[in-house]
């Protein structure tokens, strides 16, 4: 068993819309980044990653790569869930926490589950 931490932080910017998870959460703000700046699955790929000791997203994706400019984080978990099955290593878990002052996530999260 392997056991991996993902983490991972954005700015505020209001020029973008709020992705988190993969749904479009309406908000006043968004999150600046290269790729879509989902905070939330951008951990998560961290976290697999990590349990995998194959470094972070920042070497898988990097942000200078124009490839990523605004792909849909989504791609880039199904990349990592592709390579992960190739080599056959199942996901038992993922627990994932997201530290917000706003806006309020509980009508979302069944669906970014």
């Known amino acids: 068993m392997r056991i991996g931490l993902g983490y991972d932080v954005h700015r505020i910017t209001n020029d973008r819309p709020l992705i988190l998870g993969g749904i479009r959460i309406p908000a006043d703000f968004g999150l600046d980044g290269h790729s879509d700046a989902d905070v939330l699955t951008h951990a ?8 995998m ?17 605004n792909v849909d984080s989504f ?3 199904a ?17 994932s926490t997201v530290i917000a002052e706003k806006p309020k996530l509980q009508p979302h999260i069944n669906g970014m589950r």
């Open 44 to 51: 998560i790929i961290d976290a697999l990653l990590g349990a």
């Open 53 to 69: 000791g194959w470094g972070d997203i920042g070497s898988w994706f990097p942000d200078d790569d124009p490839r990523y400019k």
């Open 75 to 77: 791609e880039l978990l």
């Open 79 to 95: 990349k990592v869930i592709r390579e992960l099955e190739s080599r056959q290593v199942k996901i038992h878990n993922i627990d």
